[in-house]
């Protein structure tokens, strides 16, 4: 299991950040076609979204620092800052 800020993430919270970040892709999808966000090509966009939603959930993210300290938030509940 990986490590971030000396606490040792679970399983759990480790599926949990990936959903978290798969329903945020989700959103952006949804303020595009309620018209509430406009974009220059919606198709590719949509597209683009919709491909972070499967690398969310494969697992593709799970190295990067705003997933680890997404993982760790949804853990400890607490937000490590990442600059000082």
């Not at 018209?35 to 220059?40: D, L, R, S």
């Not at 997933?67 to 949804?74: E, P, S, V, Y």
Request: hydrophobic share 35%; with cysteine; glycine share 4%.
């Amino acid at each position: 299991m990986p490590r971030f800020a000396g606490v040792k993430l679970t399983e759990e919270s480790i599926q949990k950040a990936r959903e978290w970040f798969a329903d945020n892709a989700q959103a952006c999808i949804d303020e595009v076609l309620n018209g509430e966000v406009k974009v220059n090509d919606q198709d590719s966009y949509i597209k683009w979204r919709q491909e972070n939603i499967n690398d969310a959930l494969k697992g593709r993210y799970d190295h990067t620092l705003s997933f680890l300290q997404r993982a760790h938030t949804i853990q400890t509940g607490e937000c490590i800052a990442l600059l000082p």
